[in-house]
């Protein structure tokens, strides 16, 4: 390409992402629920007429189920088109509170002269052609179904989990269809916030439209169209050159597990991957994926569609997983994945009725035990082919909230999307709080204490949770409500018994918990999949979310790294001299070992009334380095020879049927 060209290219490339960061900015600046205003769980995407995901910052939905409906030549400007069917998607939509809008993208044809609106001033379009599609979709507060939230725990089918609603035209030519409006309102708990939502996404979306628009006016369909193709061929030879040349060609087979599916006893659900690398450095490389020996589908509501699309909507959403191979974090943080990565991958999967290929009309809405669960699969059978060269297990998304009826009779939910952990890295240390769904968050306390019925005792990071390594696993939160009304308590949450694994010697983390009344009288634990737990005024809900994985054998862990860790409360006085053999002595010990309860969870009762605990003063604390000499040679000892190169934490063995704490493929 001629220098003007690069710069052209680089001009559309922004201009791509600066639109779609509009366009998310947009929704959530006019949203009305807390899931989407201010828990940010949505996304936008770009994609051209070739229903080519063009913008990489993070995952979207597909356009493939619209297309497939409404063939191009019948789109007109101004039409928005809606669906949220899991069987209908292509593969794009997980479970029903999943709302997908999507607005084709028009300009003139270069033949024709421009035209301008005389009453307005605005172009106008005479004879339109589709050249591309803007589309956002994201997790509603309510779409209908037997519980608040349309997220039944112990669903067995889908009917039972909202209204569905294949690729309809939501608005025709600027005109919204009213009707399908009233419908779904009418089926929604929350008519209001979900009205709401659909008309910021919708408003967003054709803003974006307009905006792509006039990319196309200004350097033309041909220059733009081949703009497009050079992301993706870029984004494609960029995988190829960097990433695929350091995956060793060959198989190698892992498996991971969801623990539950609300309907039976707690097993191991299994999804495995073989993973084949071929091609070696070449332009031959790619990666085969093939999912053969996963467990039958659930009859709980742990199952999703994959299998649609050739398995297109599965390969973006993995492939950010790859990223980890860079040779370095700064070079990882600059990669992003389009429709480029597509031709990389061939995904195999096994015939119909399994966790992945589920028969309609199997429930989904807790899918993401099975689709989050794949990352860490993905990551994990990679650890085997690179010699343990990527992260530990990290968090996994998990819902909890509660719902009631206010005095005036209306209802309400509070739904949290409350991060965790990340993984421990070769590099460094996984992150503390970490939400798997781009620039989500969890609710500010100032909003949620404001319009529900609790107070928020106290939110910070839940100590000792990361598992132990050299590299030590990010921290959960420890987060505590005290319900002012009685209420009912919901939880949508994998990893209550199984944990982040850890690698490469790494200990795996802690995992998902929730107390109510923690010390109190009625003291209970909560599963992790609940619909509707009463919670009477004045009790305290305690969550404690799960820690990323280790990595490497913490008794190599730096010693001032353990210091600094008791000093900031990430890891107890007990789990330093436990899990990495440090010995710490002076006054400052005698204040962590007062401060910091051991085990942590048995300090509810203070924390529960909001007392705070400081960060020690290093000064006080310090490291005895002969002490600590001799304990790391006992703790060597009493573990002998590390057989697996996974931990899977204790939980694994209450599930295994042989009662071991690992399987075949976890050693190399």
């Not at 950010?320 to 195999?348: C, S």
């Not at 890891?571 to 962590?592: F, K, P």
């Not at 009662?659 to 976890?666: A, E, F, I, M, P």
Request: charged share 25%; net charge negative; glycine share 12%.
């Amino acid at each position: 390409m001629s220098a003007i060209d690069l710069i052209v290219l680089e001009i559309v490339q922004g201009t791509l992402a600066s639109i779609e960061k509009e366009v998310e900015d947009a929704i959530g600046r006019t949203s009305r629920s807390p899931m989407i205003r201010d828990a940010h769980d949505y996304r936008a995407g770009i994609y051209d007429a070739g229903m080519r995901k063009l913008t990489g910052r993070s995952y979207s939905a597909l356009v493939q189920p619209v297309v497939r409906d409404f063939p191009i030549d019948t789109m007109r400007p101004g039409d928005v088109y809606f669906h949220n069917d899991v069987y209908l998607s292509e593969g794009g939509i997980g479970h029903l509170p999943d709302l997908c809008v999507t607005v084709p993208v028009f300009a003139r044809r270069e033949d024709t002269e421009p035209a301008v609106d005389v009453a307005t001033g605005e172009p106008v379009i005479t004879d339109p052609q589709v050249v591309g599609f803007v589309q956002a979709f994201g997790h509603h507060d309510d779409i209908g179904g037997c519980v608040p939230g349309s997220m039944p725990s112990g669903a067995t089918s889908v009917y039972e989990e909202g209204l569905m609603v294949p690729p309809i035209k939501l608005w025709d030519q600027g005109v919204p269809n009213q009707a399908a409006l009233t419908i779904m309102t009418r089926n929604s708990r929350m008519p209001e916030s979900l009205a709401g939502d659909l008309d910021a996404e919708c408003s967003a979306c054709l803003m974006g439209a307009r905006r792509l628009g006039e990319l196309f006016e200004r350097y033309g369909v041909a220059t733009v169209e081949s703009c497009f193709d050079a992301i993706v061929s870029n984004n494609t030879d960029t995988y190829r050159r960097e990433i695929l040349p350091r995956i060793p060609d060959g198989t190698y087979v892992w498996e991971d597990y969801a623990e539950h599916d609300g309907v039976d006893e707690p097993k191991l659900h299994r999804q495995r991957i073989t993973l084949t690398k071929e091609g070696g450095a070449g332009d031959d490389a790619r990666l085969i994926i093939d999912f053969t020996g996963t467990s039958p589908q659930a009859k709980g509501p742990i199952n999703h569609v994959a299998d649609r699309a050739d398995g297109n909507f599965l390969k973006k959403w993995l492939a950010p997983v790859l990223r980890n191979l860079a040779e370095t974090p700064e070079r990882m943080a600059e990669l992003d994945v389009n429709e480029g990565i597509v031709d990389l991958i061939e995904m195999r999967f096994p015939p119909p009725g399994t966790l992945l290929t589920p028969i309609f009309p199997a429930p989904t809405n807790a899918r993401t035990f099975v689709i989050l669960r794949l990352l860490g699969v993905l990551s994990g059978v990679l650890a085997k082919a690179v010699d343990g060269d990527m992260p530990a297990d990290q968090e996994t998304i998990r819902y909890t909230g509660v719902y009631g009826t206010r005095a005036d009779g209306t209802s309400y939910l509070m739904r949290e999307v409350l991060g965790g952990g990340s993984g421990g890295r070769p590099h460094g240390d996984g992150e503390d709080t970490i939400h798997v769904v781009p620039d989500s968050r969890n609710l500010p306390t100032e909003f949620t204490e404001s319009r529900f019925p609790f107070r928020v005792e106290s939110l910070g990071l839940a100590q000792d949770s990361g598992g132990a390594g050299k590299h030590r696993g990010g921290l959960g939160y420890d987060k505590q409500i005290r319900m002012l009304e009685d209420a009912y308590f919901m939880s949508i949450a994998d990893r209550s018994i199984l944990s982040c694994w850890g690698v490469k010697g790494g200990k795996a983390g802690s995992p998902f918990r929730v107390t109510i009344d923690p010390g109190g009288p009625n003291e209970r634990e909560m599963e992790g999949l609940v619909d509707d737990e009463p919670v009477k005024a004045g009790e305290v809900i305690r969550i404690r979310t799960t820690g990323g994985g280790g990595w490497g054998d913490p008794l190599e862990r730096d010693v001032d790294a353990v210091l600094r860790d008791v000093a900031w409360g990430k890891v107890s006085i007990t789990a330093a001299d436990r899990d990495y053999g440090v010995v710490l002595t002076g006054d400052g010990s005698e204040v962590a070992r007062s401060r910091h309860a051991e085990p942590p969870d048995d300090d509810a009762t203070p924390r529960a009334e909001g007392i705070e605990v400081a960060p020690l003063d290093l000064d006080t604390l310090v490291v005895d380095h002969d002490a600590t000499a001799r304990r790391r040679d006992e703790l060597r000892e009493e573990r002998g020879e590390v057989v697996a190169f996974f931990d899977r934490g204790p939980g694994y063995a209450q599930l295994d049927p042989e009662g071991r704490t690992h399987n075949d493929l976890d050693v190399l």
